[in-house]
Structure formats: C-alpha cells, structure tokens
C-alpha cells in the first residue's frame, strides 16, 4: 500500500510538471490523455502469451485463431478505453465559501459535446475518493471535490483526474485536470470569544458597560474576569455547574460597532477568529453592526449580504508577517 501511495505521488509529481493551470472550460485532449493496461489487462495479455505458446508448439490453427481474435478484442478495448475520454470538457461551476477547519466543496461540470454516450467516467479527488458518472450525448454533470480548508484567504481548486476502465475493464485511460477555480476560507469562529467591546450595545455588567435603556435578557456566557457578580448566573453556580454569566440586550442602541482596536492583547490571527464569532452572534442576533478594520470600514447593516461582506474582509486580511 505504502508503495502504490509513493507511485501515486510521483504520478501527480510528474504531472504538475506537465501541466499548467488553465481557465475553464478544459477540453481533454490527446496530449494530455494517457493509457496503460490495468491489472486484469497484464493477466489477460499472459493468458494471450500462454495461448500463443500452446498454438506455436502443437501447430494448432484453431488456438492461433483463439489467440489472435482475443488480442483483435483487446485492441479495440483500448480504443473505445481513449475514445471515452476523449474530446470531454471540464468547467469550474463554482465553491461556497466555507470556515477554516471544514472542507471546502469544489463543483466541476463536466460536458460531452459528442454523440457518443460516455460509460464510467470516474472523478478521483485529491484525497483518494471516487465518483463515478455515466454523460450522455450532448449531456453534462456536475461532481463535487473536497478538500480541507485549513487556513482562511482564497484556497485554490485542487488537481485531479478523470479516468475510465471501459469497457472491459483491461485498460485505464486518465488525463489530469488543472483548472483556475478558488474558495473562499473565512477564519474560525473562536470558541471563547469576550463579549462584544463597544459601549452601547450588548454588554453584561462590566464597568462602564452599562447604558440607560430597556434591557433584555440575551442568554449565558463563560465568566470573565471583571463581570459584575450583580450578573454572574448564582443558581447555576448553586448546582456546581461552570460559572457563567447573564448577557443583556440594551435595545435602546443596537447597532454594534466590532473594532479590530478594540482587542489589542490578543494577536492578529485571534483578533479574527473573534471578530468572526462577534458577527456571527450579532447576525444570530438580529442586530445592526459594523465592521472596523486597518484600512477599511464596513458601514453598519445586517442580513446575511452584511455577514458575507464582514467575514469576506477578515478572510483577505492580510496576514502578518513572520517575525
């Protein structure tokens, strides 16, 4: 297994060195369309061998005509084998945007412009999967790709192949697609995030947090050091469970204003990660917000167009040097 792995990828090594990324939609074309004979092809071309041996050593007309029809049947195989491939077109059908830690969705459309139905088609991904599709004449289909979005910013669609064992199975013809695609990472929403820094809007009893207004009760958070003990939830520490506390809704002001300014002891990649969980809360929420950067400010809005535009901005943040 370790072996085949290795030959693997220094199949895709070799093609990297080949290929170069193209726009959409790609056409496979023979130069790129490639064929060898598969694992029942090499036993099939002994059983042949071990055939023409026998007919060769007895002078027997019956087993030369056994042998070479089998070997006619095998030299057509390999020709509908490259014609399956042959001539189909790739195109990028696009990737939602997704958050660093999940797996971003790559859908490839693939066409058959010919008249010629197209059997077995085989998508493999990146990580080892196979989807395996039939296109009819003039017919398309879209298959997805997955790969692991690790860090936020543009995450550029992988390489992968097309191939096909049709129609007997004795030999696999690939081509490797390299295609202009990208998705959009945002960063991850961080797990224990304090509450928003901005007077005027949600708080939870921190000095000077408190405004005039009507308060609603918005739910529990993870205490922090600091929080009132007028808003530390008592009965839950009464049942010796973790010590949180209540967060109120000042409805006199709910517009938010989430500032990069406002987190100076945490570094950039965690400034994001909480600025990311604020908008989500906030959009959960249904409140009106703003987003303050380094050179942009995001006006105040809400809905999911306003979450898309914040969490786009965090995600091309540029990144901090290394030091």
């Keep these: 297994m370790r072996s085949l792995a290795a030959l693997r990828q220094r199949g895709q090594q070799w093609a990297a060195r080949r290929l170069s990324r193209r726009p ?21 071309a002994l059983m042949l061998f071990v055939i023409l041996l026998g007919a060769m050593n007895y002078s027997n007309s019956m087993s030369f005509a056994v042998c070479f029809l089998l070997g006619g049947l095998a030299l057509v195989a390999m020709h509908h084998s490259h014609r399956n ?162 967060v109120f809704l000042d409805t006199s002001d709910r517009a938010h204003r989430l500032e990069w300014d406002s987190l100076p002891e945490f570094d950039p990649e965690q400034r994001l990660r909480i600025l990311c969980r604020w908008i989500l809360d906030c959009h959960a929420a249904g409140v009106d917000y703003g987003l303050a950067l380094p050179g942009r400010d995001i006006p105040v809005g809400r809905g999911p167009a306003q979450r898309e535009r914040c969490l786009a901005a965090l995600a091309l943040f540029p990144a901090a040097e290394p030091g």
């Design 24 to 44: 959409g939609p790609v056409r496979v074309g023979r130069r790129h369309l490639y064929i060898l004979p598969s694992g029942y092809g090499l036993v099939y």
């Design 85 to 246: 491939l042959l001539g189909l077109r790739v195109a990028f059908a696009g990737a939602a945007a997704v958050r660093a830690g999940q797996d971003a969705a790559f859908r490839m459309r693939l066409e058959n412009p010919g008249s010629l139905r197209r059997l077995g088609i085989a998508i493999e991904s990146p990580d080892g999967t196979v989807e395996l599709v039939d296109l009819a004449p003039g017919g398309s289909a879209v298959v997805t790709l997955h790969v692991a979005a690790t860090r936020r910013g543009w995450l550029a669609a992988p390489r992968f192949a097309l191939s096909t064992r049709q129609p007997l199975g004795l030999f696999h013809a690939w081509s490797w697609i390299d295609i202009e695609g990208e998705c959009l990472v945002y960063p991850a929403p961080a797990a224990d995030a304090p509450p928003v820094r901005r007077s005027g809007s949600t708080h939870s009893g921190e000095a000077g947090g408190r405004r005039r207004g009507r308060e609603d009760f918005d739910g529990l958070r993870k205490y922090y050091p600091g929080d009132s003990s007028r808003h530390i939830a008592w009965k839950a520490v009464a049942r010796q469970q973790e010590v949180m506390t209540k």
